[in-house]
C-alpha cells in the first residue's frame, strides 16, 4: 500500500475525503490539551513559591509533583503529536505515512501515561505519611502500599516498551513482529490506574473520621487529602471505554478518545496535590488582611505552647482533650476550638513555616512530622 493511501478500508457507502476530514475530535483534543496545560501549570508554579517563599525548601512530595509535571507536559504534548498524525480523525481518512507517526507518538505517550500516573499518587501518598506520622502502622502500610505501586508500575512500562519484537513492528506494517495483546494491557492498565486511584481518594477516611473533631472540620480535610481520588471517575470511564471499544479497528479515533480521559484523571491529580500548599498560601494573605481587622475588635491574649512532639503541654489541663477513638495510638492534643483538624491541615499545607489562622492567630515553627518538638501558638 502507498503511503498516501487510507490507512483503513472505510465502512460501506463511506467516502473518504482527505482534504476536508471529519476533524471535531482533532480540534476537541488540542482545545483540552492546551486547556489542561495551562490549568495545571500555575496550581504546581503556586506550589513551589510557596514552598520557597514561606518554608525556604522543597520537601520529597515536592520534587516528586514536580518530577509529575514535567511526566504529564509530555504526556499532553505527545497527545498534541497525535493530533498532528492523524489522532481525532478517523482512521480511512488518514494516510499509511500519517499512520506510522501516529502510533510512534502512541507507544511512547504510552510509557509516559505510566510514570505520571505513578509520580503524580507517589507525591500524594507522601502527604500522607507526613501528616498521619504519629500513626507509625498506617505510615508503614503507606510505605507498602507505595512500594507495591512501583513494582507494578515498573512492570507495566517495562511492558509497554517491549510490546512488540522487534520494538519498531509496533508502528510499521511492513515489519513482521510478535506482539502482546494490547487490548488486555490496556484493560489491566486501566484497571490498576482506578484501583490505586480509588485507595488514595479511601486511605484518609477512616483515620480522621475517627477523630474528636466538628464534623464540617473532618469533611474539609477528608477533602484535602482524598482530594485526588476524584480523579476515579475519569478512571472508571477509560475503563468502560477501553472494554466496550477497545477491539475498535479505528485506532486514530478510538485512541485519542482514551487518551482525553487519561489527561483528566492526570490533570486532576496533579491539581489536588497542589491544592494543599496553594490553600496556604491563600491562608497566609489571606489571614493577614482579616488578622489585622480582627485585631481591632478583639483583646490581644497569651500565646498556649502546645509540644506535640510529646503530646505535653503548658497548661494541658485547659486545652487538651482525650481522643478516645485513638487511645492506643500517640497522643494527638486539640484545644478547645477542636485543633486536631487545625494540625492535620497544618500537617499537609508546610512542614515547616506555615500557619494555619482560625478562631485567633495560630502559627507553627519546626518540622512537622518529624521526631522534632514543634509549638504551635494560639491566641485564646
Not at 503524580?120 to 501518598?125: D, G, H, Q, R, V
Not at 482525553?260 to 496535590?273: F, K, M
Not at 491574649?301 to 505535653?312: K, Q, V
Request: proline residues 5%; hydrophobic residues 45%; aromatic residues 10%.
Amino acid at each position: 500500500m502507498s503511503d498516501s493511501d487510507g490507512a483503513l478500508p472505510p465502512p460501506v457507502g463511506v467516502t473518504p475525503d482527505f482534504q476536508h476530514p471529519d476533524n471535531a475530535l482533532n480540534v476537541l483534543n488540542l482545545i483540552v490539551q492546551i486547556l489542561v496545560m495551562s490549568v495545571v501549570s500555575p496550581f504546581v508554579a503556586l506550589r513551589v513559591y510557596t514552598r520557597l517563599t514561606f518554608q525556604r525548601m522543597m520537601s520529597k512530595e515536592d520534587w516528586v509533583c514536580v518530577v509529575a509535571w514535567v511526566f504529564f507536559m509530555m504526556y499532553s504534548i505527545s497527545a498534541i503529536l497525535m493530533g498532528h498524525f492523524g489522532g481525532g480523525i478517523h482512521q480511512w481518512e488518514v494516510t499509511n505515512g500519517d499512520m506510522n507517526g501516529f502510533l510512534k507518538v502512541v507507544y511512547g505517550g504510552s510509557i509516559i501515561y505510566g510514570l505520571t500516573a505513578y509520580s503524580i499518587k507517589f507525591s500524594l501518598l507522601l502527604v500522607f505519611t507526613r501528616v498521619f506520622s504519629p500513626l507509625k502502622k498506617t505510615t508503614y502500610s503507606i510505605y507498602a502500599f507505595m512500594f507495591a505501586m512501583l513494582i507494578y508500575y515498573f512492570t507495566i512500562v517495562v511492558i509497554k516498551a517491549r510490546i512488540c519484537t522487534p520494538i519498531p513492528s509496533f508502528w510499521d506494517r511492513n515489519i513482521t513482529g510478535t506482539c502482546f495483546d494490547e487490548h488486555a494491557l490496556f484493560i489491566a492498565d486501566t484497571v490498576m490506574s482506578g484501583v490505586t486511584d480509588l485507595a488514595v481518594l479511601l486511605i484518609p477516611v477512616p483515620l480522621i473520621w475517627n477523630l474528636h473533631m466538628p464534623l464540617k472540620k473532618k469533611i474539609r480535610v477528608l477533602g484535602m487529602l482524598g482530594a485526588g481520588g476524584v480523579a476515579v471517575a475519569a478512571s472508571l470511564a477509560r475503563l468502560i471505554m477501553v472494554v466496550t471499544e477497545g477491539n475498535d479497528p479505528d485506532l486514530t479515533y478510538s485512541i485519542v478518545r482514551f487518551n482525553l480521559l487519561g489527561s483528566v484523571e492526570t490533570s486532576i491529580g496533579l491539581i489536588c496535590a497542589s491544592l494543599p500548599a496553594c490553600n496556604a498560601f491563600f491562608a497566609r494573605y489571606g489571614s493577614s488582611f482579616f488578622s489585622s481587622k480582627a485585631s481591632k475588635s478583639q483583646p490581644s491574649n497569651p500565646a498556649i505552647d502546645i509540644e506535640l512532639g510529646s503530646g505535653r503541654s503548658k497548661n494541658s489541663s485547659n486545652i487538651l482533650k482525650d481522643d478516645r477513638k485513638f487511645r492506643s495510638q500517640p497522643t494527638w492534643p486539640i484545644d478547645d476550638a477542636g485543633s486536631d483538624s487545625d494540625i492535620l491541615v497544618s500537617n499537609i499545607q508546610d512542614p515547616g513555616e506555615v500557619g494555619i489562622r482560625d478562631n485567633g492567630t495560630r502559627s507553627m515553627k519546626g518540622n512537622v512530622g518529624s521526631s522534632e518538638v514543634r509549638e504551635i501558638g494560639i491566641a485564646r
